[in-house]
C-alpha cells in the first residue's frame, strides 16, 4: 500500500475555505490527481493538482521529495512539496521549509483531517477535512 492512499476520496472542507476536494491515483498508481472546488473569501477557488516524485527528462528514477503543481481556473500554477510522517500531513507551499504551509493530522480512523494553513507574517486559517462516505 502507498503511504498516500490515506488521501483517496472525496473530502468536504471547511474553515477559511469550504468546499470539496478529491484525491485519485492516475493510471499506474504513481501520480495524486486533487479535483478542487472550494470556496474562499477572495471568490472561487477551482482547480487540479498532481502530485508525485518528479522524474527529471534524462534521469534514471524518481527523486525522493513528492511535489506537486497545482493549475487553477484563472490560469494560476502552484508548486508544492507534500510530506507524510504517520499521521501528521504537511504541504509545504513552493520548497521543503517555506514559511507558506499546511500541516494537519489524520484522526484514528482516518476519515478527518485537522490542520491549518500557515503563511508568512502571521496570516492563515484553520481547516477541517471529512471524508464522504
Do not use: C
Request: proline share 5%.
Amino acid at each position: 500500500m502507498n503511504t498516500y492512499d490515506r488521501l483517496i476520496g472525496t473530502w468536504n472542507v471547511s474553515g477559511g475555505t469550504t468546499g470539496t476536494i478529491t484525491y485519485r491515483w492516475m493510471e499506474g498508481r504513481k501520480f495524486l490527481i486533487q479535483d478542487i472546488a472550494m470556496d474562499s473569501e477572495s471568490g472561487p477557488v477551482l482547480g487540479m493538482e498532481v502530485i508525485g516524485r518528479e522524474m527529471p527528462f534524462g534521469a534514471d528514477k524518481p527523486g525522493d521529495e513528492v511535489k506537486s503543481r497545482y493549475y487553477g481556473s484563472g490560469g494560476e500554477t502552484y508548486d508544492y512539496v507534500y510530506e507524510l510522517d504517520g499521521d501528521t500531513l504537511t504541504i509545504w507551499g513552493g520548497e521543503k521549509g517555506s514559511p507558506a504551509y499546511y500541516r494537519g493530522s489524520f484522526s484514528a480512523d482516518g476519515d478527518t483531517l485537522t490542520g491549518a494553513w500557515h503563511y508568512p507574517g502571521g496570516g492563515g486559517y484553520d481547516s477541517v477535512s471529512v471524508r464522504t462516505p
